[in-house]
């Protein structure tokens, strides 16, 4: 008798949406529906000039829009291996080839040391691009050995999120990089050195569960998805729909757990102004 | 049967009747300008009158002027003294309470950690803000906001002004009294320089949760009390009505502060009270946290706590 039961509707999966803002002259937002020139959109940013929307950026893009031209990219040489020899609809190694051959070789976080408005810093930007940004062992590695670099230079560490959680093909290993990037943030917050946390859309699983929470501040695109257990899998759980803006950083900042919302232009000047306060500096001057 | 004294003195309203009317007469002459001797007379009699008026001003009306509703609250007074100020929310455990305010801060050029409690003007406001009564979750943020500062070695101004902390059943399931009380040991632990000022009410432990402090400053008009006047009046007369004897006996003021050695600085206010210009109350608020923290500037993290120590272990009265 199943088969007049209506079918659960599925929603989007994240993973399913495009990480990137399509190719055209034209582009609909996807969350107001509005037709966007794209032109427009590289001056604000990639966020909707009709409703605020923010895109989902690029690592490159993510770097331009915080730092200073000329950064250098750290670690680059790491690489997946595949150390279970996972294999599931797919095999974890050959996934890996692939993206190699695609052009990837940059993993699913970006570290550099740069400046951002002189200040020098060490930022890590995660990269939707490999495998939802979700993080094993190179990405646990990287992100310590950024840390250590913060810690060598006495300059703050930023990190901009975004994943779909640990990486599963990487097993307990990746279970182990959430407790190896804390142990590493924790010699920062030990020697008193800043470390930012920057939670863009979206951000769960053991990511969020991890560094994500741990900044001195933790500052959030406006709208991210920011949670531990997605919510198709909440929905699957309780057997209810979830609320309008729930796990939205809005919702997370309401609950205490995210210290301010910030929208991406304005990003750059805030992460500016509270490094320059813990630095015990004046205020930049207001743009 | 009891008879209901006369009130002693004239509820505060009463007492600014006449002063507003004046500053409206002089509003009105303002757009002539060939009236500007009449006006400039009205001005001096107006400045002698809020004189007279406020310097016979019993606790009571003072209780009343700390609660005024136009009394500038800890925004405006950080809009007015800081150069810049960016608001940093959440305790990170359970919610972000709008009853108390804190961030980021520049005052003279330098940066320090601003927090206080943060009362409503409008209906809207009032309930946005609980009416200025945080919950364990507020005095969990001021905390965590203070540890911040610590760890950056920036120095900490708590602006106190709330009726007290909030008396809910949420409150207490999320342990108001532990909210409080984890406050109190944590700030005589803090490594950098603390001042609270109350600008408004202190409303007892709700206060004294962010009241640990180096230097304790208080607004000319402000109260601070183990109760309020009404709260009082009702437990020991048995009748809020006598509040105004309460606030006499309570010794909540400023100066009876000042002489129990509770306080270290009374803040003047603008002749009238605060409310009567804010500015005014807000440059006389910068000055004297200014002058706090250049007193304070020397002291060493140990120094510190070993004096704060002590200027806690001085508090009370006791005889032998």
Redesign the interface.
């Known amino acids: 008798m199943s088969w007049f039961i209506k079918k659960r509707q599925q929603k989007t999966a994240v993973e399913a949406r495009t990480v990137r803002v399509p190719e055209g002259l034209w582009i609909k937002c996807d969350a107001c529906r509005e037709l966007i020139y794209r032109a427009e959109l590289v001056n604000t940013r990639n966020v909707c000039p009709k409703c605020g929307y923010h895109f989902r950026i690029g690592v490159e893009e993510r770097l331009a829009s915080l730092l200073d031209p000329g950064w250098t990219v750290l670690f680059s040489h790491l690489r997946s291996v595949d150390p279970l020899g996972f294999v599931a609809a797919k095999s974890y190694a050959e996934q890996l080839r692939k993206l190699v051959e695609s052009g990837q070789t940059e993993e699913a976080v970006v570290v550099v040391e740069g400046r951002l408005e002189g200040r020098e810093v060490v930022l890590a930007a995660m990269n939707w691009d490999f495998l939802a940004a979700s993080m094993g062992s190179v990405v646990g590695e990287k992100l310590r050995l950024g840390a250590e670099r913060a810690l060598e230079k006495a300059c703050p560490y930023l990190i901009v999120s975004c994943s779909g959680g640990a990486r599963m093909q990487e097993g307990t290993l990746s279970l182990m990089q959430m407790a190896k990037v804390s142990a590493a943030l924790a010699k920062l917050?030990r020697a008193?050195i800043?470390y930012l946390s920057i939670l863009t859309d979206p951000t769960t699983g053991g990511v969020s569960a991890s560094y994500a929470?741990l900044g001195?501040?933790?500052i959030a695109e406006p709208k991210a998805l920011i949670g531990f257990a997605g919510p198709r899998v909440i929905e699957q759980t309780i057997k209810q729909t979830l609320p309008d803006g729930f796990q939205r950083s809005e919702f997370l900042?309401?609950?205490?757990?995210?210290?301010?919302v910030v929208t991406r232009t304005e990003l750059r000047r805030?992460l500016a102004?509270?490094l320059?306060?813990?630095?015990?500096?004046?205020?930049p001057a207001?743009e | 049967m009891s008879v209901k004294p006369a009130p002693q003195a004239a509820d505060l309203s009463e007492l600014e009747k006449p002063i507003l009317e004046l500053e409206a007469q002089i509003r009105t002459l303002e757009v002539d300008p060939g009236r500007s001797k009449e006006r400039e007379k009205l001005q001096r009699k107006l400045d002698k009158m809020k004189a007279e008026v406020f310097a016979g001003i019993t606790d009571w009306q003072r209780a009343q002027l700390a609660r005024h509703p136009r009394r500038p609250y800890t925004l405006d007074y950080i809009e007015r003294i800081c150069?810049?100020f960016?608001?940093?929310?959440?305790?990170?455990?359970?919610?972000?309470d709008s009853a108390i305010v804190g961030g980021?801060g520049?005052i003279g050029?330098?940066?320090l950690m601003i927090i206080g409690q943060q009362k409503g003007r409008d209906t809207k406001q009032k309930i946005l803000r609980n009416f200025g009564m945080p919950r364990p979750?507020g005095y969990r943020?001021a905390l965590r906001l203070m540890k911040?500062a610590e760890?950056?070695?920036?120095p900490i101004l708590t602006l106190i002004d709330t009726p007290g902390a909030y008396p809910g059943v949420d409150a207490e399931e999320r342990g108001q009294a532990e909210a409080i009380a984890r406050n109190l040991l944590e700030m005589a632990k803090l490594k950098v320089q603390v001042v609270a000022a109350v600008i408004g009410e202190g409303g007892s432990g709700g206060a004294l949760a962010l009241g640990v402090a180096d230097r304790l400053l208080m607004m000319e008009y402000a109260t601070y009390s183990v109760i309020t006047p009404e709260g009082c009046a009702s437990i020991l007369w048995k009748d809020a009505g006598q509040a105004p004897q309460a606030a006499a006996a309570l010794r909540l003021t400023a100066p009876h502060l000042r002489e129990l050695g509770v306080i270290d600085t009374i803040i003047p206010e603008p002749p009238g009270g605060a409310q009567m210009d804010w500015d005014g109350a807000a440059q006389n608020l910068k000055q004297a946290v200014l002058q706090a923290f250049a007193e304070l500037a020397s002291a060493g993290p140990e120094e510190l706590l070993e004096t704060r120590y002590q200027k806690y272990a001085k508090m009370g009265s006791v005889g032998s």
């Open positions: 917050d008193g800043p929470m001195d501040l933790n900042q309401a609950h205490g757990m995210v210290d301010k805030f102004l509270t320059a306060w813990m630095a015990g500096e004046g205020a207001a | 150069d810049r960016e608001e940093i929310h959440g305790d990170r455990a359970f919610g972000d980021l520049w050029g330098q940066p979750e943020k911040l760890k950056f070695r920036r």
